[in-house]
């Protein structure tokens, strides 16, 4: 397994990770699920575009990059969707104002947001049989019946994509870790404004609380999976 690195993490920092042990793979169990975090035109915009001009349409945006990571969550749904695996897709609802709380008084422009921009992106939108969970706070667990829907599902593993890779991907893997799942983060497959920020996050993750790496090596991995009983032609 390829273990998570960039650029902007210097070889004083790689060294002190490796002799203090840090980022053993852990791997998949049998039994995966596919979380798809806020991935709503909000964060990606109604079409790719570069920042400058994507926050002009939703000041929480990212830009284009979003877009290349919904092509890879796209080929990972289609995976879990054919293998009859969990699909659940934790997402903030439209914003009123007793719904401020302390995000929006920490990032108010985020209460400005059409309600069209909570929509879930068309190419990777839930069908029937997926898993909504709404929530109120980054991490997908936080006040949202995640864990039990896990716990019924059997699930032992989890897949994280979506938005952001700082905030609210990071915050359900910590969370996700602290319940003992194994964690997997397709570097790819996440997304966020800033790359300096991506990476340093992405690299963090991957020395502490999961296996981050390139969609393509996930694909690999979950092909030897046994499809779920439920699954068509099981």
């Not at 939703?58 to 695996?85: H, P």
């Not at 007793?98 to 990032?107: E, I, N, R, W, Y």
């Not at 059409?114 to 709404?134: R, S």
Request: aromatic content about 10%.
């Amino acid at each position: 397994m390829t273990i998570f690195t960039s650029e902007f993490i210097d070889e004083t920092t790689l060294d002190r990770y490796n002799r203090a042990g840090f980022g053993h793979p852990v791997g998949m169990g049998d039994r995966p699920a596919l979380l798809i975090i806020d991935v709503q035109y909000r964060t990606t915009g109604t079409k790719p575009r570069p920042f400058d001009e994507a926050i002009k349409e939703f000041s929480t945006s990212v830009g284009d990059v979003a877009w290349d990571a919904v092509q890879n969550i796209s080929a990972l749904l289609k995976m879990f969707r054919e293998n009859g695996w969990p699909v659940l897709y934790p997402h903030v609802a439209p914003k009123k104002d007793f719904d401020q709380g302390a995000l929006g008084s920490k990032v108010p422009s985020i209460m400005q947001i059409a309600d069209y921009g909570y929509d879930f992106v068309e190419e990777i939108a839930p069908q029937d049989g997926d898993i909504l969970v709404p929530k109120r706070h980054p991490s997908a667990f936080f006040g949202t019946p995640l864990a039990s829907y896990l716990v019924q599902a059997g699930v032992d593993s989890l897949v994280v994509t979506g938005c952001s890779t700082s905030g609210c991907v990071r915050s359900t893997v910590v969370d996700a870790f602290s319940y003992n799942y194994r964690v997997t983060v397709p570097e790819d497959a996440v997304y966020d404004r800033s790359k300096i920020i991506h990476d340093v996050n992405l690299f963090d993750m991957s020395q502490k609380y999961a296996d981050v790496q390139p969609t393509q090596q996930v694909l690999a991995a979950l092909e030897f999976k046994t499809p779920a009983p439920s699954a068509p032609g099981s």
